[in-house]
């Protein structure tokens, strides 16, 4: 029995051995590497730089109002196309009762003055008939009435104002558009209370307009490309919103100073927008623009992946005899971040390590 055992262990030990054995020599026999091949090729390398932004009206204007009061009556609605001088909304006033008081009770005075002068005007008209008083020192006494029926005039415009914010010859409680142009927001709705602009304060906003026909880009581009840029230079403007289709735009403005963005200088850039009438730029899409920095058309180039840099200097390696490369030097010109321009040390036709 422990005969048996003892060759069945033999057995499975060398079982193991030539096992191992065909295993090498399998292994041994594996093919030898081969490395993939690239070739330089005739194309047109751009080298170009990414502005990211947002699409804005040139012209947008808040709409203020010139007294306080609630909104009685809005008259638009945000995306209504308006005119300059159409009616925005109608604001009833609140005045102050002592204000109110006050323009009364001048109101009352210069009615009063005015009967004053009314009487005395009569009795110096018969006195100038007469002959007492001289023709001159009645016109005074004529300049003088006039005067105060342009006080009366003038009080019962400010009660007016105060009580209902028009007048015979102004309104001022209707708010009216200052451009043409799209009602972009009416932020504040029917009921709400307003207050007028001022030395002071700005006021609150009745409503938004812009010109949704002249569209500019507004971005920013990082230091190390402003320099770069020109104005008249076309960018192509890729809208978040309308995929794949493309608008144009021409740079007209890169700001003199710089902004920290997330720990980097950036430079604000605008561009004018070419509008395509089937398609509707809503103010503040954001969007991407290409600026193109640099083109070399019809130029030798391989994939920027194929370099080896050394030493400052770039070399590839170049196939001699199938699967034997020689390492050559070469210079380098414009690259787009994918191929690279090669100035000298190849030619068409060569074949090159593709690492």
Do not use: C
Not at 93 to 118: C, F, G, K
Request: charged content about 25%.
């Amino acid at each position: 029995m422990k005969s048996i055992l003892k060759w069945a262990l033999l057995a499975i030990i060398a079982l193991v051995f030539v096992g191992t054995l065909v295993f090498l020599y399998r292994k041994s026999q594996d093919k030898p590497v081969v490395y993939q091949l690239d070739s330089p090729a005739k194309m047109t390398i751009v080298k170009k730089t990414v502005a990211t932004g947002k699409v804005i009206p040139r012209r947008e204007i808040e709409v203020k109002s010139q007294v306080s009061g609630v909104v009685e009556k809005l008259y638009v609605a945000a995306g209504q196309v308006v005119k300059k001088g159409t009616v925005l909304a109608r604001i009833a006033l609140r005045p102050s009762m002592l204000n109110v008081s006050q323009a009364e009770s001048q109101l009352q005075s210069a009615r009063l003055n005015l009967q004053n002068q009314s009487t005395d005007l009569e009795r110096y008209r018969k006195l100038v008939a007469q002959g007492v008083i001289s023709q001159s020192q009645f016109n005074t006494y004529l300049t003088n009435y006039d005067l105060q029926k342009e006080a009366v005039a003038a009080a019962e415009n400010s009660v007016a104002l105060l009580r209902t914010g028009a007048t015979k010859g102004m309104v001022s409680n209707m708010i009216p558009a200052t451009i043409d142009g799209t009602v972009l927001d009416v932020p504040n709705k029917e009921g709400a209370f307003i207050v007028e602009t001022s030395t002071f304060q700005s006021g609150t906003t009745v409503a938004t307009l812009a010109d949704m026909n002249d569209m500019i880009f507004e971005g920013l581009v990082d230091e190390s490309e402003v320099g770069k840029l020109r104005q008249g230079m076309q960018l192509v403007l890729n809208v978040g919103a309308l995929e794949g289709k493309p608008f144009t735009a021409t740079l007209e403005y890169i700001a003199p100073k710089g902004v920290t963005d997330q720990g980097t200088i950036k430079f604000t850039i605008r561009a004018a927008v070419m509008l395509d009438k089937e398609l509707f730029l809503r103010s503040n899409y954001s969007a991407n623009a290409d600026i193109v920095l640099d083109r070399h058309e019809n130029v030798l180039a391989i994939n920027e992946g194929d370099l080896l840099i050394e030493d400052k200097k770039t070399f590839v390696e170049v196939e001699t005899t199938p699967q034997n490369f020689q390492k050559r030097e070469i210079t380098t010109g414009l690259s787009d971040g994918i191929n690279i321009e090669v100035v000298s040390g190849l030619k068409e036709g060569d074949k090159v390590k593709h690492r």
